[in-house]
């Protein structure tokens, strides 16, 4: 069978099975439309997380950047992956002792005021619709390929599903989808790993074949052929790194408190019966995340030795098949400059004739390497699994954020639970026509639009969050002041060097050598400096807001003993 009739049919499989599991999971009360009735079991927890975690960022952009950006792309490695190590021994166990259903829900009921609240319900929102247009985006990008439509056209597709099983099931349904998805997302990432390992390297296993020598008996390792294939074509040493120090520190740092700052993935813990059972949730999740993350290194060096050695100086006419099928897409571009009918494929910008979307490097792989068709269905069926796995949980926040942190404890508190449920759709619903139109107008490549979302999410959440739990004497002018400035400090340097936004601004004039996706650190310092201050020559929390915080830290005879 050729590709397309695959396709359709692994992908219509696994949307029967979402839909299969929205149906049956459908909800009829708020506890199980936000936490699932707090009934998970760590286990299925810790495949949620890392199939929410996991986004078409991690599976479509991911290898695509460390296959463009060589050493450099680590910090995404490093970042994602240490953000979950916070998580795990910062936030996870207190905010699920804390029992609330959202994050604004636990600052609004910290900081002891509404308007924290409300400024909560606004930033999580903007980091929510950020993280999503990379989502959406990813989803048009496989449908635009593999099912030969529109990407506006496939990201419509992907909104009627994600609104089908978001709307109808809540977190409940959302969850076991996400295990069903993790299952996908996994096997459509490894199985073509495998294959293309043992072709490169003689070495099923890709993390040893990435490290190993070629199979063609020359006792070259992979790396070094890479490096050597750069250098021939004018690019700097695969491994070797351009980035400074300073912005590698930065982008790293903004990574991994962006994590344990992201709302879609802290409410993942509310899920889950005991606080106990939020740690196991948390080792759980940086176990299957790092099956994947440890493998996508080794993808992206694998696509890159293929694809030059396929196209670099060959005739255009001589093209598989596949390089066809990604230019009509438009994110695969060749322009003969020298009129030579060959592809020159090199450093310099003026003799480049091929232009080429990192987010293509992942799905185009198994077609480089001419492997079976029904491999090439699985990457797509796995592409979409993890965009659409982590637009949900997105959608659900911001759903949660209107009509449990908006309407329930601010517009209508007498409302009665079948009222917030309405509610609670309908803002889903609404999250989904929003989140197509920055899927159709998407203000960047997947991944860097999904590390501007950690740095909103490093600025603004992640200090509230932290100084709530351990500083007993943050106040709410404090918090409040110090979210505000850091979001909107992150939002008028995103805007500026990423989007061109404020006059634009060039990669010579950053501040301080610090790259809008690193700008979350700064952001995130001004604001823990603004909110110790402002809290200091305020007035202390109310008692029982204090006697609340030691409460959560230590339970009641640990601090009998400790006193």
Known sequence: MDIQTWTYILVGATFAVYIGIAIWARVGSTSDFYIAGSRVHPLANGMATAADWMSAASFISMAGLISFMGY????????????????????????????????????GDRY??????????????????TYVAGQMRGVGVVFARFLEVSVNTGVYIGMIVVFFYAVLGGMK??????????????????????????QLTGNVIPQLGFGGTLADGSGTYLLEKLNQLHVEL?????TSGTKSTVDVLAITLALMVGTAGLPHVIVRFFTVPKVRDARKSVGYALLFIAILYTTAPAIAAFAKVNLIETVSNEEYTEMPAWFDNWEKTGLLEFTDKNNDGRIQYVANENANELTIDQDIMVLANPEIADLPNWVIALVAAGGLAAALSTAAGLLLVISTSIAHDLVKKQIIPEITEKGELIWARVAAGFAVLVAGYFGINPPGFVAATV????????????PAILLGIFDKKMNRQGAVSGMVVGIVLMLFYMIKYKLGGFG????????????????GTVAMIVNLIIAIVISRVTADPPEEVQEMVEEIRYPGEARKIEN
């Open 72 to 107: 450099d792309g680590a910090v995404y490695l490093m970042g994602w992956t240490g953000g979950y190590v916070l998580l795990a021994l910062l936030l996870a166990p207190y905010l699920r002792k804390f029992g609330k259903f959202t994050v604004p829900d636990f600052i």
């Open 112 to 129: 002891y005021s509404n308007v924290a609240r409300t400024v909560a319900v606004i930033c999580a929102i903007i980091v929510s619709f």
């Open 173 to 198: 349904g959302i969850t076991y989808t996400q295990v069903a998805q993790y299952c996908i997302l996994i096997f459509a990432y490894m199985v073509p790993a495998f294959f293309i390992s043992f």
């Open 234 to 238: 004018g690019f700097a040493e695969y």
């Open 451 to 462: 590390a501007l979302a950690f740095g909103l999410a490093a600025a603004s959440f992640f």
């Open 504 to 519: 634009g601004g060039l990669e010579e004039d950053w501040w301080f050598g610090i790259s809008p996706e690193g700008f």
